[in-house]
């Protein structure tokens, strides 16, 4: 039963290039999140998607960032024109369903922008 | 902000149990207590939730407050393995089920 896939788990890109990190849930889980890790810092929300729908994007950058998760395939995380700042860890969450479900976390990608 | 207080660090000795405090003073009757923790940079991993009664599972016990406004968290043994960040959270799945996260209390076990 394999649970929160993320790839990659390591990411360097140049400052201007474009991210695009990638998260496959747990078999059955129709919902994700995604959170994003500053380094000595706690977990910060950024997006929450069902099944080719954007349910809250409060967290997220309004120019730059986007996500999505279609019908078929992963839920994708994209950041264009990267920055230094965009260095983090980025954890992508699951849920089978909503409301009290626990989430389950993947491994993380770590973005490194030089 | 998160809506929780918990101790920066605390230590444990090898095989005894670990007790990590977490003050939710402004918890509301719908919201859940949740824990979760993180070893060595890796992705959280859940541990427990409750909303009024105490729970137990195989991993820990949670220990909520007849007022609900504070909690415990509980590793009966504590295992070197057990050192971790530990993050309590308050949670409405009313909020778009999004997790806010505290700084956590940085647990270490010690031999």
């Known amino acids: 039963n394999a649970g929160v896939m993320q790839n990659p788990r390591h990411l360097v890109r140049r400052r201007g290039q474009e991210a695009r990190l990638r998260c496959s849930p747990m078999?059955?889980?129709?919902?994700v999140y995604w959170y994003r890790q500053l380094p000595e810092e706690g977990l910060k929300f950024m997006v929450y998607?069902?099944?080719?729908?954007?349910?809250?994007e409060s967290g997220m950058p309004k120019e730059r960032f986007s996500a999505e998760f279609p019908k078929e395939g992963p839920s994708i995380l994209r950041i264009q024109q990267v920055v230094r700042g965009d260095s983090a860890a980025y954890f992508c969450?699951?849920?089978?369903?909503?409301?009290?479900?626990?989430?389950?976390f993947g491994p993380g990608t770590r973005l490194t922008v030089l | 902000d998160a809506k929780t207080t918990q101790p920066t660090s605390m230590d444990c000795a090898e095989g005894r149990a670990a007790n990590l405090p977490c003050n939710h003073s402004?918890?509301?009757?719908?919201?859940?207590v949740y824990w979760y923790r993180q070893i060595h940079s890796q992705g959280p991993q859940y541990i427990i939730h409750?909303?009024?009664?105490?729970e137990t599972n195989e991993m820990a016990s949670l220990i909520i407050t007849e007022d609900r406004k504070s909690s415990t968290l509980i590793l009966p043994h504590a295992t070197l393995r057990d050192t971790a960040v530990y993050y309590c959270?308050?949670?409405?799945?009313?909020?778009?089920?999004?997790?806010?996260w505290g700084l956590g209390t940085s647990l270490a076990v010690n031999p």
């Open positions: 998607l069902q099944k080719e729908n954007i349910i809250d």
């Open positions: 078999k059955g889980h129709s919902h």
């Open positions: 959270i308050v949670f409405n799945a009313g909020n778009n089920r999004k997790l806010i």
């Open positions: 409750g909303l009024k009664n105490n």
């Open positions: 402004t918890i509301s009757g719908n919201e859940y």
């Open positions: 969450a699951s849920s089978r369903l909503g409301g009290y479900n626990e989430q389950f």
